[in-house]
């Protein structure tokens, strides 16, 4: 992996240079790179990231899945970026296409998260208006933080009773079925969560970007053409005013850049 931007303020080192030659990058370096914020909640709000991969042709997925499109080095990132978060904040659909489990505690961001008083592990939440999941399933019998479900005030009381039963912090983040991107980004950083990472999909996403809650995202362009009628990274309808965002890092390995851009 390397460094392609931002460019070195100077060369008078071989160390400040280090980053612009290809190299393994190890779980530290990464982590450092992709830190959020201090105290992100300070003023209250949660610090919303993205992350999606794309083709060079704009699908977000190939046959429904979002892995052919990946590498290892983007899963190397995949699993830094949970690692960083308190939450990872995912649709329903996304759960069920690509078979969601719970995230894992892992010793290499052990002491990491200890410091900065998070969980062994991020919880996933779900977003769901019919909370049409799988409750005996192991994203609800085996995480090792309770998974969160974020629905709607209108929500099927008997499956919100299922839900609870199988353990799950169910959080009510709407008036109708679905939920308001703010209610629920506000609900999350009320519980202390405010590192909080999306992994989509696109309609999930798509009302994060509109609602003006995205804070950054972290962009894979995959050296890939499908073809094929896959949606982009973010589904629904258009802003009457496009979201403004300014690129801060920019890593690449085999061909795939690592994006990163945060909203102005």
Known sequence: MRRLFPPDRSAATPELLADREWREWNLDELAEAYAYPEEPGASGRAW???????????????????????????????GVLRGLADVVVVGAETVRHEGYRPARARKAFA???????????????????SLDLDFAGPLFSEPVVPTIVLTGAAHHTHRADAARAAGADVIIAGDGEGID??????????????????????????????????????????????????PRIMDGHAIADPGRFTLTSVLEEAGFLFTRYRRI
């Open 111 to 129: 002491e990491r998260r200890k410091a900065l008083g998070q969980a062994p592990a991020p919880a996933i939440a779900v977003v769901t208006a």
């Open 181 to 230: 991107p703010d209610g629920a980004v506000q609900a999350l950083a009320d519980r202390g969560h405010t590192r909080l990472l999306t992994e989509g999909g696109p309609r999930l996403l798509g009302q994060f970007a509109a609602s003006g809650d995205l804070d950054e995202l972290c962009l894979t362009l995959a050296p890939l053409v499908t073809v094929g009628a896959a």
């Open 48 to 78: 919303l990231r993205g992350n999606m991969v794309s083709s060079l042709d704009g699908a977000a997925h190939h046959g429904g899945r979002s892995q052919p499109l990946s590498s290892d080095a983007d899963m190397r990132i995949f």
